[in-house]
């Protein structure tokens, strides 16, 4: 019965010692992938990716890319337009210069 306990503790050890290798490759993995020079390569590479794709639609459709450019135009200079364009009201409280335009007072036309 002496065997057993020591048996027992020689697999508890060994099985110890396998999850921290395996602890340990984990980590070493980790460490690869989040290396920062490594982040910002990848980084890079899906910005360069992503910038082709656009540009290669912007080819294949150059209407769509029109009509956007003409909407950011128009919602980036909408404020000076609406004020160009929107109706002043007539204001009939200003005098005519000319004499012959103005009215007669009402003592006068009789």
Request: positive net charge; glycine residues 6%; aromatic residues 0%.
């Amino acid at each position: 019965m002496s065997d057993e306990p020591v048996r027992h503790l020689a697999d508890a050890e060994a099985q110890a010692a396998a999850a921290r290798e395996r602890l340990s490759h984990t980590v070493g993995q980790l460490q690869a992938r989040l290396d920062p020079k490594l982040l910002a390569r990848e980084a890079r590479e899906a910005g360069l990716q992503a910038a082709r794709s656009g540009v290669d639609n912007a080819r294949r459709n150059p209407g769509v890319v029109a009509g956007a450019t003409g909407l950011l135009g128009l919602f980036l200079v909408r404020k000076p337009l609406c004020r160009l364009l929107r109706r002043r009201p007539k204001n009939t409280d200003i005098p005519a210069k000319h004499p012959a335009l103005r009215e007669k007072p009402a003592a006068e036309k009789e």
